[in-house]
């Protein structure tokens, strides 16, 4: 049981290709780079009327507030004399609920406040976290986890094998966690105060990358669980053994972060993180310029809308980073829709729509065309078992025509035995505020190959609803990133779990059996071969339509933070421990 490899798998790879490569002006991404205050960076101009007009209503209120600031921006508001930044978030943070056996609340933050066996550590490898090492028998099942000694959880108590076996009692066998492997535990023994083995049900190969997923598999303080004789207990607070900790909550408002007096590794450098609710995307924008708040961005904290990220580049007034991701955006169909389950219609969609315009024109060059559902950097994905159908909108009518779909009325919409083809399509921009032209794109071009497309924006909970429970024709959707890709984000995407007898993509017996027989191959060579067929499979049968590759962005006061950098994923998107004040 080497700690840094696993029958000889894959391990994603988060530097690889794609994921690591920085904006450049030239519109290509080439190595790292970020936009320095101070300098300017050529490239495309871009329109500021909008951010121009909204910065002046603001104007007032931000003079109003100066006693607040200092003169170039900085907030002064830590009078208790600690070093804090302040960072924007588009959501609430949820502690009250942030339960390491949940999925409630932000990622991210399941990263500051806990830990697991193991992490990504950005290069392809596992790095050891509070497992020291581990031991895996012959048949693959049993993994003896070797604990790390002297941990102790921000409150104090011990982090031993007793706490790690109350953690997992509390999500394992839980139909609700049925898109991991892990999940399906036959026994969990102590060995002694610092050795557990945990025998799972089956032997796969995606166990220990199972390990670094934000949640479930993370461990937090038996104290914050009241016992209610349930297997979950009652959760009360967030308490973990990692460098951060929750000092204050007001939920929708704020919520501030201290180091975990407690943390067995490095220290963070500043004294305080404070995150401030913030909804709406261009509201996140005037609050850097106006310094209220240092950091914004991010894709699981709250995106920088496009045009704005443009002008922040191009004001040489902020440290900008921008950087690709393993994620993918694309159009998600209802299996129930008639419409849809003839697979001429799906390729009609694909074929409707010019990906490559869309990035490059529609989104200005901030992130890259999509040639298949998942990108080249994802582990066993190749140009060869993962495509997207060209732009070519004859064929997409043709497909529709040859399957009866005609316009007899000369009003533009196609139709078929009395039944006109059109489809109620739902987005939400809480979390991607680029889906708005995306969503208004794809009504365009779908209306030029005579498809009615009714659009409905929704929130980020009516959104959840909508997807989850099939109220809609078509949606727009993104797929899991990072260690997520491939296995668990196919599961989460074509495989019924949990209360749900359908999938959220789409249902196929074929594509279930697909997906159960590779993650369980053990052999690297079959292993790939199964992927190939599957991910050949998925393509074939067109139940997506992949539209692009997003980049994530961060905009960042330079003139009172140093040390910023960019995350090694998605799930932990700053290297918070490395931040400080100037």
């Not at 029958?7 to 320095?36: D, L």
């Not at 078992?385 to 316009?407: F, M």
Request: hydrophobic share 35%.
């Amino acid at each position: 049981g080497d700690c840094g490899s696993f029958f000889g798998s894959k391990v994603w790879n988060s530097t690889s290709k794609y994921r690591r490569v920085i904006w450049q002006c030239n519109n290509k991404f080439k190595g790292e780079h970020k936009y320095k205050k101070g300098k300017t960076h050529g490239g495309r101009k871009v329109k500021k009327r909008v951010i121009s007009i909204l910065a002046a209503l603001l104007c007032m209120a931000t003079l109003l507030s100066a006693c607040g600031k200092s003169s170039d921006g900085q907030s002064t508001d830590n009078a208790d004399g600690k070093k804090e930044i302040t960072v924007a978030i588009y959501k609430d943070g949820a502690m009250e609920e942030l339960d390491a056996a949940t999925y409630n609340g932000p990622h991210f933050l399941y990263k500051m406040i806990y830990e697991g066996f193991v992490e990504d550590n950005g290069d392809g490898t596992l790095m050891p976290v509070l497992a020291k090492n581990w031991d895996i028998s012959d048949d693959g099942k049993t993994y003896t986890y070797h604990l790390r000694q002297g941990v102790k959880f921000s409150d104090g108590t011990d982090f031993n094998a007793e706490a790690v076996e109350f953690n997992l009692k509390r999500w394992i066998n839980n139909g609700r966690f049925s898109s991991l492997t892990s999940y399906a535990v036959d026994n969990i023994e102590i060995i002694d105060e610092y050795t557990i083995a945990v025998t799972y049900t089956n032997a796969s190969y995606t166990i220990l990358i199972e390990q670094t997923y934000p949640r479930p598999n993370r461990f937090l303080s038996p104290t914050s669980i009241q016992d209610d004789s349930s297997v979950t207990g009652v959760f009360t607070k967030p308490v973990g053994t990692g460098p951060w900790m929750l000092e204050s909550y007001t939920k929708d408002e704020e919520f501030t972060l201290v180091p975990n007096p407690y943390y067995w590794g490095e220290k963070p450098q500043l004294d305080r993180i404070r995150f401030k609710v913030i909804t709406d995307a261009q509201a996140r924008v005037l609050a850097l310029k106006s310094g209220e708040v240092d950091i914004i961005g991010g894709d699981l904290m709250g995106k920088i809308p496009m045009e704005a990220l443009n002008e922040l580049k191009s004001s040489g007034e902020y440290d900008v980073y921008v950087t690709g991701t393993m994620c993918s955006h694309f159009v998600s169909f209802n299996e129930d829709n008639a419409a849809l389950q003839d697979e001429n219609v799906r390729l009609a969609l694909n074929y409707a729509v010019n990906k490559k315009s869309v990035a490059e024109d529609l989104y200005d060059g901030n992130g890259l065309e999509a040639h298949g559902m998942y990108q080249d950097s994802v582990p066993y994905v190749t140009s060869e078992n993962s495509y997207a159908y060209p732009y070519d909108t004859d064929k997409a009518i043709e497909l529709l025509e040859s399957s009866g779909w005609v316009d007899t009325d000369g009003d533009g919409i196609r139709e078929k035995n009395g039944k006109k083809l059109s489809f109620e399509f739902v987005y939400s921009i809480d979390e991607f505020p680029e889906w708005k032209s995306l969503a208004e794109y794809l009504q365009t071009v779908y209306g030029q190959i005579g498809v009615k497309i009714n659009l409905t924006c929704l929130d980020k909970n009516g959104y959840a609803d909508a997807t989850t429970s099939k109220k809609f024709d078509i949606c727009l959707r993104r797929t899991a990133s990072d260690s997520w890709v491939p296995h668990s984000s196919l599961k989460e995407l074509f495989y019924p779990y949990a209360d749900r007898d359908y999938a959220l993509v789409w249902t196929d017996e074929k594509v279930i059996s697909m997906i159960d027989d590779v993650l369980l191959c053990l052999d690297e060579t079959e292993r790939q071969a199964k992927y190939d067929e599957l991910f050949s499979y998925i393509c074939e049968q067109a139940y997506t339509v992949p539209i692009y590759y997003p980049t994530t962005a961060f905009a960042v006061n330079g003139n009172k933070v140093s040390g910023f950098e960019v995350g090694v994923n998605n799930y932990a998107p700053i290297e918070w421990g490395k931040l400080s004040v100037k």
